[in-house]
């Protein structure tokens, strides 16, 4: 044992103090990259009614991120999660909103199950996924909405994350398509596109699963998705702010003490 | 002079009546057609005009003799020159002449005649029509005159009758008769009887003797007539003897064409000799039945003067000058003969076995024995060079092999001008002979020179028996060819039946080059399947042959010329169809549908597939283009053929470019060229981005590696067989191996897209 030991020498000792440092260093500057890669989310008041982005990081950088982009008549809002969290989620994140970004300006007409199709490509592609099973497994799971300001509709197709709608005090769930940004084990198939005729005073939600899997301090047990549903559907009435202190209070009462498990992504719109 | 310029081929083998077909102006003439649909007999037709031998095998099984006619173009006033005498108005019709035809027409014992016809055999027929006219108009006054003869000797008969019967009446012992008959009666009855018949008995025989002498003036005068006229009958029945003679042995002829055609094997040969007699005797009695006809014919002639009461010398005299002002002196088959002494030759290059030879001695050349193997290609070879056995003679042998030498880097170089095709790598083949002399090991040989033959390339040296059937067709064939056009002092007609079957295609494409550096000095009509040896812009070149029924071998061949081209059968045309891009034999131009051209084969085959999928049933056929760059070619058949068409494309620089040619040139004087191109709706690339990239790649490519450009961009970066995968995608379509239920919303929006477009056309 004692030969094994000396054999392998601890990681950690050898790491120099300063080293660490760096290396936190880098991490934030990372963030401030992410962060600045994701829309300001001032450039969504004047297009929505109201809304709120509750994103919080377990990490300094993360592997949930929220996308917007707009024109005149037409607006993409988008939560993904990206498998993984810390480094090689933001790295895949940032790989997301890139393509998100090509996608949008070379066509801000597509369907929004076409954007899926494409950026799944393009992960494939850059991730070298050819449906070998030795592929790397990364992916993102995402929700994305196209708002048509002109028509009132509004578009949604999902990879493994979907839509919450509350109308006149009612929720409706639309359900993804159990499939991600990336290789399938099987086979790929085309998103579906979700066409909603909307009216004022809608209010949607798009979401990672990181609030619903956290573990709560005291229960040891996930918060659920049923839960989460709750919070949103009886929190429908306030404002957006609200609604997002709301679900940051609750995330945190039931976390307690406990470790952040995930990256925690909501964005909440009203038209 | 003369140069081939149309034929008309009538009961030869499958082809009842070609009517007439022009060949290409620019002297090189392609059939197409399917196996069996006679393109070989239109080559076997044209050489056997010129040669005039046929065998029973080509004949039709109802048994039609055939006629082959030719038509000339030549220069005008050229007749002139050659027809002796022709008299006022023949002069007058072969001044004005630019063309010239001649018919060679086969009889029962398959001997032929060439005669002219066309306007000169019309002239010379009319003059001939006014003679028979003529004649028959003397016939039925000979017969008139014959019968009327009789008339006169029957009536002349009975008048001698009549007198004699008087002259016993008035005669004594037949008075004592009398008597005794009437000794009954009473002597003054008899007395007043007696006297009373007497007087008119007299009378009667005198009116008699006058009828008589009057009939007998007239048939003495007549005499010549009748004379004339029995001859005439004579002649007359010898001539049907004649033409009986020949109805029993065409018959034994025909029957012995049955059952050569029929049965389709030789005949024994002791019928064979009995057959020979029996075609001895035909030709005879032929040639007698002519002579007969003409003295028959100058007989009648001979006999009208007569009628009109010459003596037999004037009429003779008279006959004479009459066939000279009713016949020309010439014929259609002494024209035909004279005329056709300036016809081009006619070559079918058919069998190529006489290949150059490995060796050849120096002897056989100079005494032409034909018979040594390779003559005729070392004479070729020869021709070629420049040479004559005095070049031989260079008493230098340091001189000569450097003349040896230079003249083959000389053919060398002029054969590599056709012959594109490379051995391996990059040498290609040098032709080489040398000139040697036999060793002391060959007998009776010993020092005498010898020519011997090589290909050689640059890893090998070997004799044209070692090299490829390819290369030894094609040297056969470029040296026949070039030496026939530096030999012959007279046009050609090079018939040539599916050259370079044996060939690459890139050396099928030396043949055209070959036949277009000769096709000054000689016309060329070839059969090909081979869409290498069609040029694409060169359609007027091209005949088709088909039968009536596609799906008789015993119906009758017909040929389409480039106009008709359209309604000719898909297989027909596919060489054509293969060069322009269609590949698909069940699909063709066709006039009953909306035709609708497409880029290229791939676009072809993903139209196709979407029609099936969809299940259009709309009236549309999809034709591919070679490429973007033959669109103009095909728009410009489609309004040749008169066909409802319009030309799709896509969002490419070429096929943008090519929208703006096509409005500015093809259709610039077409007020519609808007509804004749149509542009794809959608920013396609190509055919193959109309399919989503999960379905590209799901039916397409069968991959599930991340594409990000369009498709067809993806296709031409990873250059993949594009239509290999796009043919694979129309199959699996056809085999229901793929659905419609199998494509995405964005495919299927798409194809949607296309079968309005396509419900569209009009």
Known sequence: MNVEKQDKPDLFSLIPRQGMNDHVASLRYAQMIQRALMPNPAILKGQLKDFFILFLPRDIVSGDFYYAYHTKLKMCIAAGDCTGHGVPGALLSILGISFLNEIMQSDINLNANRILNRMREKIMLSLHQTGNSRDAQDSIDIGLCIIDSASWKLQYSGANRPLIMIRNGELTEFKPDKMTLGVEPVKEA??????????PGDSFYLFSDGFADQFGEITDKKFKYKHFKRIIHSSEELPMAQQRQRLESAFNEWKGKAQQVDDVLVIGFQL | ??????????????????????????????????????????????????????????????????????????????????????????????????????????????????????????????????????????????????ISIQDLETTFSKLIEEESDIRSKLSPGKEKKFSFRLFWKKPADMENQKNSHFPGLKNQLNQLKKQKEEINDILLKKQPVKSAGEKWKKLQEKCTQIDDHMKELSLKLEERHQRMTLLMRPIEEDVDSEWKEVLYDYRKTKSEREIRIAQLDNHIAFSGYIIDGCTEEEAENKVNEVIQSYKSQFNNAYLGKKYFEYCPVFELFEDFGSL???????????????????????????????????????????????????????LTHNFHDFWQQSIGRNNKIHIQFELDHYNASYEGKAGK???????????????????????????????????????????????????????????????????????????????????????????????????????????????????????ASPDTLTPLQNILGNPMGSEGFSSKRFNL???????????????????????????????????????????????????????????????????????????????????????????????????????????????TVPNSVYIREKELPRNFILSRFLSNVKEEKIKVSDFDEETLENFKLITDLLRGLK
């Open chain 2, 597 to 707: 051209i497409v880029n290229d084969t791939g676009s072809f085959y993903m139209l196709n597939a979407i029609i099936l999928l969809m299940g259009f049933k709309g009236k549309v056929c999809v034709i591919p283009s070679t490429n973007v760059s033959s669109i103009p070619l095909l728009c410009n058949i489609m309004m040749g053929w008169g066909m409802d068409f319009a030309v799709l494309l896509f969002e490419n620089d070429d096929e943008i470019h090519m929208a703006e040619l096509l409005k500015n040139s093809v259709f610039k004087t077409d007020s519609n060229s808007r509804e004749i191109i149509i542009k794809m709706p959608g920013a396609f690339l190509n055919s193959e981005d109309i399919l989503s990239t999960l379905d590209f790649k799901n039916h397409l490519l069968e991959s599930r590696e991340g594409i």
């Open chain 2, 356 to 410: 150059l030879p490995n060796r050849i001695d120096m002897e056989d050349i100079v005494s032409g024995n034909e018979k040594v193997e390779g003559y005729k290609a070392a004479r070729n070879f020869l021709t070629l060079a420049q040479l004559d056995y005095s070049f031989f003679q260079q008493p230098s042998s340091r001189i000569l092999k450097q003349k040896i030498e230079n003249l083959n880097n000389t």
């Open chain 2, 1 to 146: 002079m003369m140069k081939l310029k149309a034929f008309r081929i009538k009961n030869f083998r499958s082809i009842v009546d070609t009517d007439w077909q022009n060949i290409s102006p620019d002297n090189i003439t392609c059939l197409i057609g399917q196996n069996e649909s006679g393109k070989t007999s239109v080559l076997e037709g044209l050489k056997v005009f010129y040669s005039g031998i046929i065998s029973e095998d080509v004949l039709r099984s109802d048994l039609s003799l055939p006629e082959i006619s030719c038509r000339f173009t030549i220069p005008k006033g050229w007749l002139i020159k050659i027809t002796d005498n022709p008299g006022t108005e023949l002069k007058e019709l072969l001044s004005g002449l630019t063309h010239l035809e001649l018919t060679r027409s086969w009889i029962a014992d398959l001997s032929s005649v060439i005669k002219v016809s066309g306007e000169i055999s019309q002239y010379l027929d009319s003059l001939e029509d006014a003679w028979r006219i003529y004649l028959n108009d003397v016939t039925v006054k000979l017969e008139e005159e014959m």
């Open chain 2, 449 to 567: 020179p010898y020519l011997e033959f090589w290909i050689k390339d640059e890893g090998e040296r070997l004799y044209p028996k070692q090299r490829s059937r390819g290369v030894r067709w094609f040297l056969s064939f470029y040296m026949e060819l070039m030496a026939s056009a530096n030999v012959i002092d007279k046009q050609m007609v090079l018939l040539v039946d599916e050259p370079g079957v044996s060939l690459h295609a890139r050396a099928q494409e030396d043949v055209l080059k070959v036949f277009e550096n000769i096709k000054d000095k000689i016309q060329i009509i070839y059969t090909t399947h081979s869409p290498h040896l069609v040029e694409i812009n060169k359609l007027h070149r091209v005949l088709a042959v088909q039968r009536d029924n596609l799906d008789s071998m015993r119906s009758t061949s017909r040929i389409l010329d480039p106009l008709q081209l359209a309604s």
């Open chain 1, 190 to 199: 085309s998103f579906t596109n979700n066409c909603i005729d909307t009216k």
